[in-house]
């Protein structure tokens, strides 16, 4: 039989253990677990890889008008005026009135003019793949490199400083029109 020391021993013992691992989960309380949830990217889908053929169809021309009744119709900037006899189309032309509404909305870089075309066309390909937003425009005997348009001038004057490095021409900075580029 275990003397009355060791049996106090023995009941101490189990009350620290049973006070140390169950009080302290017992006291706290509510307990929240936090568990991170992943989303999982979905697999490929299959695709489908028939290509839907279309029937193009040709135009069909019909005739609208009563023959009637004189029509007069607006096309861009002219007006066409027609009467009972189809022969006859005359042909008035209206002079539009530029409306550039956005004065100060973009600039451009006139980068350089080249008789040959083909070199223009070269350069601005190869301004593309630098990262500039070059365009070629063809005038009656020369081809134009343009920068742009962009609506911060600042950009586009860093830009010259750059340009003049890459291609040796200085280029010239100016407004941006819209409706005549």
């Known amino acids: 039989m275990a003397s009355k020391f060791q049996s106090r021993l023995v009941g101490t013992i189990v009350l620290v253990a049973v006070g140390v691992i169950i009080l302290p989960d017992l006291l706290d309380g ?28 040709e135009p069909v021309e019909s005739e609208s008008v009563l023959p009637d009744a004189p029509v007069q119709a607006t096309v861009g900037e002219a007006e066409i005026a027609t009467s009972d006899n189809k022969d006859s189309v005359e042909l008035k032309v209206v002079d ?20 040959n075309a083909e070199n223009a066309k070269l350069l601005v390909k190869d301004l ?26 600042s950009k586009l004057e860093r830009q010259m400083k750059e340009l003049e490095k890459i291609t040796g021409s200085k280029g010239q900075l100016l407004k ?6």
Not at 140 to 145: G, I
């Open 96 to 115: 539009v009135q530029e409306r550039n509404d956005y004065q100060d909305s973009g600039w451009i870089i006139q980068l350089m003019a080249l008789k």
């Open 30 to 57: 509510k307990k929240l677990h936090y568990k991170e949830e992943f989303a999982s990217i979905p697999i490929k889908p299959e695709v489908n890889r028939e290509v839907e053929n279309f029937e193009v169809l």
């Open 128 to 153: 593309q793949k630098q990262g500039y937003q070059a365009h070629a425009k063809q005038e009656s005997n020369f081809t134009r490199v343009i920068i742009g348009p962009d609506v911060s001038k």
């Open 176 to 181: 941006f029109k819209p409706l005549n580029p």
